[in-house]
């Protein structure tokens, strides 16, 4: 097969796949789930039980009100404790539901927790975006967008393509490589719902060629489904990029400041294709989910499928604990992951790693002045200029930053990572765009 890629920048970390040959398993349910409100972009779902409910697995815990929202759901059977604050990944105190856990799985009616594979296709465009939009899922790839809505296309739009994600280009994470050689059948199943939902004929994966054992798997089951075909793309970070990803699948480039479907994509997930399945076949809400817990200290690099609410300490425990020599628990990948400040946090939705970092590789260089060698913009796959961005960020200027397109950048990091004066390019740049996104949003 011959191998495609996107055409701007983009750089070659160590891969440190420590946990790709680990197989997912289940973790038990902890004494107590932290279900923090806010785990989609855009508004957060309105809680509907207060203390001392019982609630059932599966059970609507706070429904989504805006058009852009996502429904949440009991990740265990038990009673709600409290309807209070909790510390989120972030370190932010966000409002959360707690849940003590009763120990024992009594699901909600209509849900069918099994594993059984089912086949079932003679849905309505309506009902799967119903049974979703239901079910609460939104985008496992990290972005956490509402599925439903990303499923209804804007009116006049039409797709060509759905495009789905499974390259994991972020070192060190391994969730989505087990779940397309464990879940696989259940994967062709969300895709083909999914090109339902959106009346597309054409569904491509694109898989990075380090998982050869995913490629071959999935394309052999691509075989008994019409439109789904599998394309093997060259290693380089950042594939996964949305627009990296449109660009190398099907040659097409997505306009600055415009999303997949005018170009006649939309892009999904290899988890969230899996999540899809479930909700449509099973009526099974989005509970749980895959997450890797690695790093070069660890005992037992793992892929772990959680409860949401679950903490991450029990995660990092679950992996041999705490090596002695940690510097940082990294929540995501080392390129775009961000540090936490703490392990007593819940694993939410858009969990996709805890990457734990060794006390030698998390502390930063001391920055040095720029020496305009012009790496950044070279590996920049949105071809921005990341030296004049964090130049003009820092100096507050974000009418500057704003005309130099700074809200096109993907914040992947691959200027940061690749500039010799270790000046932190990806910290001006995620504070940049947050500044200059508020700027536009005041004109409206
Ligand atoms: S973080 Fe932004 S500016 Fe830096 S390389 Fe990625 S897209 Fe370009
Ligand atoms: S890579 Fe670093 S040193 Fe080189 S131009 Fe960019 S910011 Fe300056």
């Not at 495009?163 to 199943?189: F, W």
């Not at 989910?289 to 300490?313: E, H, Q």
Request: net charge positive; aromatic share 4%.
């Amino acid at each position: 097969m011959k191998l495609k890629t996107f055409a701007l920048g983009g750089v070659h970390p160590e891969e440190h796949k420590l946990s790709a040959n680990a197989p997912i398993v289940n973790l038990p349910l902890p004494a107590q789930l932290v279900v923090p409100l806010g785990q989609n972009l855009g508004a957060p779902p309105k809680p509907i039980v207060k203390k001392g409910d019982e609630v059932k697995t599966g059970q609507l815990i706070a429904r989504a009100e805006a058009f852009i929202s996502a429904n949440l759901h009991a990740p265990a059977t038990g009673k709600v404790v409290k309807v209070d604050e909790a510390t989120d990944t972030s370190g932010y105190r966000r409002p959360a539901i707690y849940i003590e856990v009763s120990g024992e799985d009594k699901w909600a009616e209509g849900i069918n927790p099994t594993n059984e594979l089912v086949t079932r296709l003679d849905y309505s465009r309506d009902e799967i975006i119903a049974k979703v939009k239901e079910a609460g899922i939104v985008g496992l790839g990290g972005a956490t967008f509402p599925t439903h809505v990303k499923l209804m296309l804007p009116p006049g739009k039409k797709a060509d393509y759905l495009l789905i994600n499974g390259v994991e280009c972020e070192p060190y994470l391994t969730s989505d490589h087990r779940l397309m050689l464990e879940k696989a059948q259940e994967i062709m199943q969300g895709i083909r719902l999914m090109m339902i939902a959106l009346e597309v004929k054409r569904a491509i994966i694109g898989v990075e060629n380090n998982k050869p054992d995913a490629i071959a798997h999935l394309a052999a089951m691509a075989l008994a489904h019409p439109g789904i075909s599998v394309q093997a793309l060259k290693v380089k970070y950042p594939q996964g990029g949305e627009k990296q990803l449109i660009k190398a699948l099907v040659n097409r480039e997505v306009p600055s400041g415009k999303l997949p479907i005018e170009v006649g994509c939309v892009v999904s997930n290899v988890g969230t294709a899996f999540a899809v399945y479930e909700a449509v076949t099973k009526n099974k809400p989005l509970i749980e989910r895959v997450v890797t817990v690695t790093g070069l200290g660890l005992t037992k690099p793992s892929n772990f499928l959680v409860r949401i609410g679950t903490p991450v300490s029990a995660l990092i425990q679950a992996a041999g604990g705490m090596p002695e020599n940690s510097g940082k628990i990294i929540n995501g990948g080392p390129m775009m992951g961000k540090a936490m400040t703490t392990p007593e946090v819940p694993v939410v939705k858009g969990s996709s790693g805890i990457l734990i970092m060794p006390r030698e590789l998390s502390s930063r260089k001391e920055p040095q002045a720029c020496i305009r060698c012009s790496k950044c913009t070279t590996v920049c796959p949105m071809g921005l200029e990341p030296y004049l961005l964090a130049r003009l960020s820092k100096l507050e200027r974000y009418e500057d930053t704003e005309r130099e397109q700074i809200m096109d950048c993907i914040e992947c990091g691959s200027c940061q990572f690749t500039c010799p004066s270790n000046i932190p390019l990806l910290d001006y740049l995620r504070l940049g765009k947050f500044r200059t996104g508020q700027l536009i949003r005041n004109r409206k």
